[in-house]
């Protein structure tokens, strides 16, 4: 983390800018991607069943093969890489909002609210977010906004903790106490002073905890209990080819390799903002 | 000292009750279960006699009470498939995660402290910019996928299917499973080792070391890595719960008929007597786990006894 000093002086490192370009990318084939390919990404083709890729002894009829019901995997895999992004930053934001307000509140409710959250922290820190989801997905039927809910609760224990010390430092600060002696209201001071003062805190939690919320989608996805057949994702499509891994490999190796690669893309981004934004908040992981 | 051991456990135990608490909750306003064990064209008083039985006819209070009294005496429900109390079930199974857990566990500290000595040793050289690469990779590397990967490459080259039951009794097909699973805590433990420990050699007590004409390597050794090595005891304490997480995934990977298969199985055929169980069981292991590391600093850490 701190080898990078001379690049920090010089600019981005290489890493860094090969990943936002990878990040662009996979941004621009979540988008428009589907437009790649004629074929639908339910369409069946029993005639086309698990054709493999060009250089493989496939055609160009489906670039990267087809599954098991002939559906054309290069429109499958824009589909899912459309969901999985979807998911990751929807879900992202929701834990960002809600544990950033649930931090903020606690720091400056004080009292029981505080105790409250602390409490729920640290019983959210004592389950894996992913036991937690596989409990309420026993329980309840699957459904795609159940799942974004979900997905979203990751990582909110982690915002609140970090905004309520941050929020409990900025309160000290001197500005505060002098804008409170000019007579502004609480809600102006934390509004147009405390929270322009802590954002960066979560701005640079957002860019670590993104990857995790990918690999989560992705987990769950593939364990057959996240997104739901028709709809797909890369993980719900790496479930879906699991069973082939040793004929039809492209089916599990080419979404798997599209979700490392994008959790590494977005890893190193963020790695790299924290040091640049904040330095004191490295925390190890 | 007695003050901060009765304010760890106090909250352990509460936690524990809040978890206990929600779960319950949870399970109360999912359906009714009455409805839902009876025969589906059960006649209404079929369905109030199941009420009965099961004591949703009681107030709330009356059923938390109870229910938080049967887990007080080791009554913890019955699989609605297979009929047997889950406790028996989760007992079956959990040898096979302690096995898999532990090599796991062994593995990514060992090579996790050797990477980490090693980059910090070599500061700003290639091996260290080497080990750091490595710590990124295995942090993003999901681990479902380098299972298959890792299966895959064993059945390609060497011929032997590690994704089977039959697997797990040789050495290769338990390593393949515990390596997937504990490659990415391997990657953040060396590059927390890392960082602990160029931190340490710049404190005082290694230049005074230094001027009492020490060797290099016994400084090294014998000083930076045992004061280094004490925050890495919360990071083990803390990787406990990525460890569940990812035996769940890996399991189900490599066909390993542990816990976490279970409870992906639980989910998918919704047994929830079992699935609630191993929820509580999970949450008792890691608030268990963090009051023992809590606990475990006053042992290592003299700082912490002198407060």
Redesign the interface.
Known sequence: ???NTQNRRSGMPMAVRLALIFIALFVLFALFGQWLSPHEFRATSLFDRLKPPVGFGGTWEYPLGTDARGRDLLVRLAVGAQITLIVAVVGTLIGAVLGSLLGILAAARRGFAETLVV?AV??Q????????A???????DSSFTLFLLLIGLSGWEVYARLMRGAVLTAKEQGYVTAVRALGASPYRIYLRHILPNVISVGLVQFTVNL?LTV?LE??LS????GVQSPLTSL?QI?SEG?DR??TS?WL??FP??I??LL??SI??VG?WVRDKFDPTL?T?? | MIGFIFSKVA?AV???L??VT??FI??RF??DPAAALAPPDAPQEVIDQYRRALGLDQPFWVQYTGYLNRLAHGDFGYSIHSGRPSLQIFLDRLPATLRLGGIALVISLVAGLGLGAVAALN??RPV??AV?GFS??A???????FG??V??TG??MFQVYL?GQGASGSIFGVVAPALTLGLASMG?YA??TR?SL?ETINKPFMLAAEARGIPYKRRLLRHALPNAAIPLVT?VGLSL??L??GS??TE?VFAWPGVGQL??R???T???AT??F??LA??AT??IA?LIVDLLYLVIDPRIRAR
């Open positions: 983390m701190d080898t409490g640290d019983v820190a004592s389950l894996p977010i992913i036991v937690v596989l409990f309420v997905l026993a329980m309840f990857p690999l992705t987990a593939f364990l057959g209990l993980g790496m699991r891994l040793l490999w599990t190796l798997g390799v979700i490392f959790a590494l890893s190193l790695d490295r190890e992981n | 909250r509460i936690t524990l809040v978890t929600l779960v949870f399970i999912s359906g500061r700003g260290d910019r750091m990124v990779f942090f993003a590397m999901p681990n479902f996928l298959l990967v299966i895959l059945s390609l994704g953040s590059r927390f960082s160029l990071l719960g990525s569940i997480a769940v995934v189900q409870l992906v639980s989910v998918a919704r047994d929830i699935v609630q191993l929820v999970i949450a890691m608030v963090n």
